[in-house]
């Protein structure tokens, strides 16, 4: 096992164990890539979308927000291009059963004229163990091969290709496209006349209400539309658990601008967003931009950038920032015959204005976030483990333990706990040792814990440790919630 499965599977246990995410009907057996948010985990995604909306619209006056519905008007995917073209290339191995995504798996073959020679398929990230399979099977060293896509072996050469979880070649399929929406019915009667889409992304709900946001309240462009909701992906792989997840929530924001300024302001929220990472708490060296390249830029897209988070797994998109152009708004107006033009004041033009979209997945970013704060440390003669959580975001605030139970210590921590709720979901805890309540705190990434002890009783102090430097000092007990709110709301 490598270090880096390990990250994950301790993760994963700690998850599971402490009610931060458990999989998805389990006691049936489990839904495949579909998980559940335990009571940790509901506060964390909460804390998340909070943090989201308050940067994005609460703290600007040039964005508002939106609550689209999930099920639209078939038509819009129509519009959309979803229909048509939101698909992915799918193999099957006729063998395993397993089904890859075409576009994700490639193959080592023979540099020199490997005319009949094996060759060797293998997902992403996999390439040494493509090389082990290299030395295993064919006897050959892996550096006398090439790597190439999948995509670009021409279909007569399937037959030599061995597939990632096999020995023997032959059993991969012709790659064919596979639709990524989920469909159902609306109404009693099942047929092709009532068909409805789950929303694949929740940028269309905005879109179609681009008007209705302009005659019902006061923006003009430049403004945003932002929302937050579920989306809906039939993926083909799933993988590392939350990352990709066939039901999931999105973040998204777009940005009306100006035909000619779309790549200024395409600048704008590159840097922005990657601010808004580090607001949050996530180490700037793990955070990257990736540019797409020709190949694979969308349809609708003039530039686009991902921000990339180096996960145990590797570096991965964590949110894309696309200049979308005239497309969507352009497409609605062909499609529903609904003029999405803009007047203009400022210029006196009248123009269907440019889209600069950031679209952030929420279980991502959670994914994200307990990556990153995740830590085991060695102490003197004591292991920890820590999730060094950004306070906004912990889902515990503030750990509450009176030193005994006895003579009135527990009296006065219940009373600063029944305090400290009406603000801040805090914990209460008078069992076992101190050392140890600090632990089971620490590995749910409560940043604070306060104890009322003897000396409470004579000065109305309290000690506040605090998780990351493990320091601990006093402070009045009055002081507590200006404390709390200094470090969470104020983040000082
Ligand atoms: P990919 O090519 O990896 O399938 P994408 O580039 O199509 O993904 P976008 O459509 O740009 O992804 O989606 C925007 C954001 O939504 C992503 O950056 C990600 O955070 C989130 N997201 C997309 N698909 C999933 C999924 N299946 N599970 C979880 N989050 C997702």
Redesign the pocket.
């Given at each position: 096992m490598t270090n880096q499965e390990t990250t994950m599977d301790k993760l994963i246990s700690l998850c599971k164990r402490r009610g931060y995410i458990f999989g998805s009907s389990e006691i049936y057996g489990g839904l495949s890539a579909v998980y559940d948010y335990g009571p940790l985990g509901a506060e964390l995604k909460r804390n998340i979308k909070n943090f989201w909306w308050k940067w994005m619209v609460q703290k600007r006056d040039n964005i508002v927000g939106l609550d689209a519905a999930i099920l639209m008007h078939p038509r819009v995917w129509e519009a959309s291009g979803h229909v048509a073209g939101f698909q992915d290339p799918l193999v099957d191995c006729k063998v395993t059963k397993k089904r890859y995504r075409a576009d994700q798996v490639y193959v080592l073959r023979p540099k020199d004229g490997g005319n009949d020679g094996l060759m060797f398929a293998f997902k992403e990230g996999d390439d040494e163990l493509a090389a082990r399979k290299v030395k295993n099977i064919a006897k050959a060293d892996a550096s006398t091969y090439e790597k190439l896509a999948l995509t670009d072996i021409p279909l007569r050469e399937f037959s030599r290709i061995v597939g990632p979880d096999m020995k023997e070649p032959g059993s991969l399929t012709e790659p064919r496209q596979f639709n990524l929406m989920f469909k159902t019915h609306v109404g009693p009667v099942e047929d092709n006349a009532n068909v409805v889409y789950m929303r694949p992304?929740t940028a269309q709900g905005i879109y179609v209400n681009f008007t209705n946001v302009i005659n019902s309240t006061r923006v003009k462009v430049p403004f945003g539309i932002a929302q937050i909701g579920k989306?809906f992906?039939n993926?083909i792989t799933?993988e590392n658990f939350?990352?990709?997840?066939?039901e999931?929530e999105?973040m998204e924001m777009q940005f009306f601008v100006r035909p000619g300024t779309d790549m200024a302001w395409f600048e704008t929220w590159k840097q922005d967003r990657i601010d808004y990472y580090r607001q949050l708490g996530i180490r700037q060296e793990k955070l990257r931009f990736h540019e797409h390249g020709e190949d694979e830029l969308a349809h609708y897209a003039a530039a686009a950038f991902?921000i990339q988070y180096e996960f145990p797994f590797g570096w991965k998109?964590?949110?894309?920032i696309h200049n979308r152009t005239d497309f969507d708004l352009k497409r609605h107006q062909e499609w529903s015959g609904r003029d999405q033009s803009y007047f203009d004041d400022e210029v006196k033009e009248k123009y269907v204005p440019y889209i600069v979209e950031t679209?952030?997945?929420c279980?991502?970013t959670l994914l994200t976030v307990l990556v990153d704060a995740f830590a085991e440390e060695k102490l003197e003669n004591d292991m920890r483990t820590v999730l060094r959580l950004h306070p906004a975001l912990a889902p515990i605030k503030a750990g509450i333990f009176p030193l005994v139970k006895k003579e009135g210590l527990s009296d006065i921590a219940i009373k600063l706990k029944d305090e400290l709720k009406q603000h801040y979901p805090v914990f209460y805890d008078e069992g076992g040792a101190v050392g140890r309540r600090y632990r089971r705190q620490d590995e749910i990434g409560t940043p604070f814990c306060f104890t009322i002890d003897f000396q409470t009783k004579e000065d109305e102090t309290v000690t506040v440790r605090d998780r990351d430097s493990m320091q601990q000092k006093r402070i009045p007990i009055r002081g507590v919630f200006d404390y709390l709110f200094s470090k969470i709301d104020k983040g000082e």
């Open positions: 992304e989306a992906r993926e799933t939350i990352f990709r997840t066939r999931f999105q991902d998109e964590l949110e894309g679209s952030a997945g279980d991502r």
